[in-house]
T-cell receptor, first 109, second 113 residues
Framework: RKEVEQDPGPFNVPEGATVAFNCTYSNSASQSFFWYRQDCRKEPKLLMSVYSSGNEDGRFTAQLNRASQYISLLIRDSKLSDSATYLCAVGGATNKLIFGTGTLLAVQP | EAQVTQNPRYLITVTGKKLTVTCSQNMNHEYMSWYRQDPGLGLRQIYYSMNVEVTDKGDVPEGYKVSRKEKRNFPLILESPSPNQTSLYFC????FGGGYEQYFGPGTRLTVT
């Protein structure tokens, strides 16, 4: 079993839709959680950290479920510019971040 | 501007010809790391460094070397590149350590023929 798993997608959604991604992790001692956005052939960019209480940044909401060992990212009112690959990253249990392989989102007009 | 820079951005080389990919950060981060990204395999850590003169192997260190003589620089060295090292390489740094948010350079696309 992979340490961090994501549905690779693609998720094809119309503009304005709400879309949610999940990411599961296997190490229950993990302490830090992040969502990154990666555009094609470019560097991953930190989108948001994920806190135990959940957090929101504009149209983006991240949540952590420790009991079931997953994090989620919700995007409301999808824009064409949201099309990208979304990577989750989990860390803190060891001195490294473990990345998922990413979920591809394609927002269509 | 706070950033991680890498050079070169694109490189085509031949098997066995030694090369170095430079990485520099201007954020005074102690932690730096190198990753390779391949389709279907995601980001895999090659080497990391907790501080100057402190380096350690990641998950896929074979065929690579690193050094950390200064805080800002963390070059990746391929002594004898092989075609299976064709990949997209990212350098990253973190203010808090390896298990926390990391900030990535723009990437180096390497092709070894």
């Amino acid at each position: 079993r992979k340490e961090v798993e994501q549905d690779p997608g693609p998720f094809n959604v119309p503009e304005g839709a709400t879309v949610a991604f999940n990411c599961t992790y296997s190490n229950s001692a993990s302490q830090s959680f992040f969502w990154y956005r990666q555009d094609c052939r470019k560097e991953p960019k930190l989108l948001m950290s994920v806190y135990s209480s959940g957090n929101e940044d504009g149209r983006f909401t991240a949540q952590l479920n420790r009991a079931s060992q997953y994090i989620s990212l919700l995007i409301r009112d999808s824009k064409l510019s949201d099309s990208a690959t979304y990577l989750c990253a989990v860390g803190g249990a060891t001195n490294k971040l473990i990345f998922g392989t990413g979920t591809l989102l394609a927002v269509q007009p | 501007e706070a950033q991680v820079t890498q050079n070169p951005r694109y490189l085509i080389t031949v098997t066995g010809k030694k090369l170095t990919v430079t990485c520099s950060q201007n954020m005074n981060h102690e932690y730096m790391s190198w990753y390779r990204q391949d389709p279907g395999l995601g980001l895999r850590q090659i080497y990391y460094s907790m501080n100057v003169e402190v380096t350690d192997k990641g998950d896929v260190p074979e065929g690579y070397k690193v050094s950390r003589k200064e805080k800002r620089n963390f070059p990746l060295i391929l002594e004898s590149p092989s075609p299976n090292q064709t990949s997209l390489y990212f350098c990253a740094s973190s203010p808090f350590g390896g298990g926390y948010e990391q900030y990535f350079g723009p990437g180096t696309r390497l092709t070894v023929t």
